[in-house]
């Protein structure tokens, strides 16, 4: 399978391109974010290495997980966000898909974009037979984004978070289905 991501121009001076190291203070920058990463199972973070060990030692490690790296997010040139494919069933062939985007960008239809070509990406390059999306009750912006790029509710589980246990949601998606709503 060919893990490569190709580099993406969506509207706006947005962009996909796969995450780099030298994104860490970046990637920082948006992950230190009390109220960004609140629904999240890491964060916030404490300082830049933590960013640049997460980039070096998650990300660039997932192809020996036929995963491919993932993308940051791009506004003029710098990492607004990243959004990825971090868990492969192997059994379904599908893949859970996760993002997050610096708050100060919240609400201008930017994940929705990514992950619409996401999607692209998942079905069509990468050839997975399902897509996942997974959130939480409390997280009705991310719910938004995903029934707006056609997920449907597939099922929901007991989740862990740094503040505790959460009913995750699981959404999914398949190719016959509709890709997404302008």
Avoid at 7 to 21: K, V, Y
Avoid at 83 to 102: K, M, R
Avoid at 119 to 136: A, N, P, Q, W
């Amino acid at each position: 399978m060919n893990l490569n991501l190709p580099p993406i121009n969506l509207t706006g001076g947005i962009s996909l391109s796969e995450i780099e190291p030298s994104d860490y203070l970046d990637y920082y920058n948006i992950g230190k974010s009390p109220n960004t990463t609140k629904y999240l199972n890491w964060g916030p973070f404490i300082n830049p290495n933590e960013a640049l060990w997460t980039i070096n030692e998650i990300f660039y490690k997932r192809p020996l997980d036929n995963l491919p790296v993932g993308y940051a997010i791009r506004y003029r040139g710098h990492m607004i966000g990243m959004i990825d494919f971090h868990t492969y069933y192997q059994a379904d062939n599908s893949v859970e898909i996760g993002y997050i985007l610096d708050e100060n960008y919240w609400g201008r239809g930017i994940m929705k974009k990514a992950l619409r070509k996401m999607i692209e990406i998942g079905f069509y390059h990468l050839g997975y037979s399902k897509l996942l999306v997974g959130t939480i009750k409390e997280n009705t912006q991310s719910e938004s984004v995903i029934k707006a790029c056609g997920f449907h509710y597939e099922y929901e589980k007991l989740v862990e978070l740094k503040n505790g246990y959460h009913i995750g949601y699981y959404y999914s998606l398949y190719p016959n289905e509709v890709i997404c709503n302008e």
